[in-house]
């Protein structure tokens, strides 16, 4: 067994032994983040039963994904980094899946395509982290979710990243700031009757599946060490 492979082992036993713990509807979605991974480990990570794939970056998926998909169609490829509204139409065409929809333009430029096979998330951010932050706060993030069921968009779900934490707090205060900043997620996903909450990275995918994550995102956990292939 390859060290991708025991990984995602071990990460798998883990998420069902945490949907047990927390009694959740079901085990949380595995998404495996592949930026920076090249082709070879992301197909042991095929060949040990992931099927859901994130990627940051357009032109770094499509060194990778074109030949993947074809060999593979039963994968589902997210996009989960900055959206820009120029490059909608190349990323619509390869990805199954957006996740960092934060603005009214990006909406309307996306309902202009036929793109009904695609699911949608807003991407939510924390309000104590920095403006170049992507991701729009909870209240605009309510209106969003208004405007993409108006526009007939499939929005299925919600996505964050954890908010910043503080060299002045103790570890304890930390982890409760991310825990309180989950919950409200999950009660909004609850409010608009969303399917998905993707929310839990690498160092924080148990609280955010105590929280009620449906989906965790992780990458260096599975694949350690990246490269830059961009």
């Keep these: 067994m390859s060290p991708t492979a025991a990984n995602i082992k071990n990460i798998d036993t883990e998420l069902q032994n945490l949907h047990v713990q927390y009694k959740t509807k079901s085990k949380a979605t595995l998404v495996a983040v592949t930026k920076g991974v090249d082709v070879a480990k992301i197909e042991e990570a095929i060949l040990a039963g ?20 074809e060999k593979y169609p039963h994968i589902k490829l997210h996009f989960i980094g900055g959206l820009q509204s120029n490059k909608l139409k190349k990323i619509l065409k390869i990805f199954d899946v957006i996740q960092s929809i934060d603005s009214i333009a990006l909406i309307d430029k996306i309902a202009q395509f036929n793109c009904y096979n695609t699911k949608f998330f807003i991407e939510v951010k924390a309000s104590n982290t920095s403006n170049n932050r992507k991701g729009a706060d909870i209240l605009f993030a309510k209106e969003l979710i208004k405007y993409a069921k108006s526009k007939n968009l499939n929005l299925t779900g919600i996505m964050a990243i954890a908010p910043i934490v503080s060299l002045e707090n103790t570890k304890e205060e930390n982890t409760k700031n991310v825990e309180e900043f989950f919950k409200e997620l999950c009660c909004l996903k609850e409010e608009f009757n969303l399917e998905n909450l993707s929310i839990g990275m690498s160092g924080d995918y148990k609280e955010a599946i105590k929280c009620g994550s449906t989906m965790v995102r992780i990458g260096s956990k599975i694949f350690g060490k990246r490269v830059n292939l961009r």
Aim: no cysteine; hydrophobic share 45%; aromatic share 20%.
């Design 50 to 69: 992931i099927n859901n794939f994130g990627e940051n970056y357009l032109q770094e998926a499509l060194t990778k994904w074109i030949f993947l998909k």
